[in-house]
C-alpha cells in the first residue's frame, strides 16, 4: 500500500487555520466541502489492501510531488517545505 497525492491533498484541505483552505475559500471563492467530498471519493477508489505486517510507503507520484514542492521551496528562498509549496 502507498501514500498518495490524495492523500496529503485530504490533509491539507482539512487543516482548519490551514493557508490552503483559506486560499480556496477566501481566494478562490470555492466551497470547501465539495472539494473535500470529491477528494474522498477519489481516495475511495484507490486500490485496498488489508493484512499483518503491511509496509506503506510514498507512492512515485508523492515522491515527485515532494521533489517538486522542495524546488518551489528552494526558489523562494525557503528552508522548509510547507503547504503552500504543494500547490
Excluded at 17 to 45: A, W, Y
Excluded at 53 to 61: E, G, I, Y
Amino acid at each position: 500500500p502507498s501514500v498518495e497525492p490524495w492523500h496529503l491533498l485530504k490533509a491539507i484541505l482539512s487543516q482548519a487555520d490551514g493557508i490552503v483552505p483559506r486560499v480556496v475559500t477566501e481566494g478562490m471563492k470555492l466551497k470547501l466541502e465539495p472539494l473535500v467530498r470529491e477528494v474522498g471519493i477519489q481516495i475511495d477508489r484507490l486500490p485496498k489492501v488489508s493484512g499483518e505486517n503491511l509496509r506503506v510507503q510514498a507512492s512515485s507520484d508523492l515522491v515527485k510531488l515532494f521533489k517538486a514542492a522542495e524546488s518551489e521551496a528552494r526558489g523562494m528562498n525557503d528552508d522548509f517545505i510547507s503547504t503552500e509549496h504543494f500547490m
